[in-house]
């Protein structure tokens, strides 16, 4: 079954630095994907999309996600964390009409 | 603004009884989604609908009903058949492209007393 992977359920990074979200996708075609940011008690708003080409995709607020094949990831990047970046994460891969989810991961920030 | 609004944010209901989550769009969206959340899980699909007067369950939507009368409006009822009711309920919209992705509301969160 399609299938989405994030690896990490808390991450923890100090304000200013580099930041890594890891996504692995289960699906046999090329896949659409997305990864979408949710702050505590509200809804998810989209950070960016991949559906072909170039496979570096440049999303709002400096987010980047480079999407490998022979991978299955789409990880998501980010040179310079802000404080205000804290929140969850969850990757998303288009199944047929439908969007799947990962577990998501909660991103902490520290001073 | 075109967005989709979630009513109400906050909502209790006592065991036993059925209640429902609204969900409006002015999008002009023609899909529209329920999502359920709960800590640790992600999101899991409940009911999704592609056009007026029909709609598809999704991943968990036993003790869930739903209607879509209008393309705007796709409202949730949790009836007392569904075991585990309190969560964060999400609504989505889309094109049926969905190349652009869901927009989402700003969730209900339903617990039972």
């Known amino acids: 079954a399609q299938s989405v992977t994030q690896p990490d359920i808390h991450i923890t990074v100090s304000e200013g630095a580099s930041l890594e979200l890891r996504c692995n996708y289960s699906?046999?075609?090329?896949?659409?994907l997305f990864w979408y940011v949710q702050s505590p008690g509200q809804g998810l708003q989209l950070l960016l999309k991949?559906?072909?080409?170039?496979?570096l995709v440049q999303g709002i607020k400096g987010f980047e996600a480079e999407f490998k094949r022979s991978q299955s990831s789409f990880n998501l990047r980010k040179p310079s964390v802000h404080w205000s970046d804290a929140a969850e994460y969850f990757c998303?891969?288009?199944?047929?009409?439908?969007?799947?989810f990962g577990a998501g991961t909660i991103l902490r920030v520290k001073s | 603004d075109g967005g989709i609004t979630q009513s109400p944010k906050y909502l209790f209901r006592k065991e036993g009884q059925n209640v429902t989550l609204s969900c409006e769009q002015n999008?002009?969206?023609?899909?529209m989604y329920w999502y359920r959340q709960d800590p640790g899980q992600g999101l899991r699909l409940i009911y999704y609908?592609?056009?007026?007067?029909?709609?598809q369950k999704g991943d968990i939507a036993e003790g869930y009903s739903v209607s879509r009368e209008k393309k705007e409006s796709f409202p949730l009822t949790v009836t007392s058949a569904q075991k585990n009711p309190t969560a964060f309920y999400l609504c989505?919209?889309?094109?049926?492209?969905?190349?652009?992705?869901?927009?989402f509301g700003s969730g209900t969160r339903l617990t039972v007393v």
């Open positions: 991949y559906f072909s080409g170039d496979t």
């Open positions: 998303a891969v288009m199944v047929g009409n439908k969007l799947v």
């Open positions: 999008l002009n969206h023609d899909a």
């Open positions: 989505a919209s889309s094109f049926q492209q969905q190349t652009g992705g869901y927009t």
């Open positions: 699906y046999g075609a090329t896949p659409y």
């Open positions: 609908s592609q056009i007026v007067n029909d709609f």
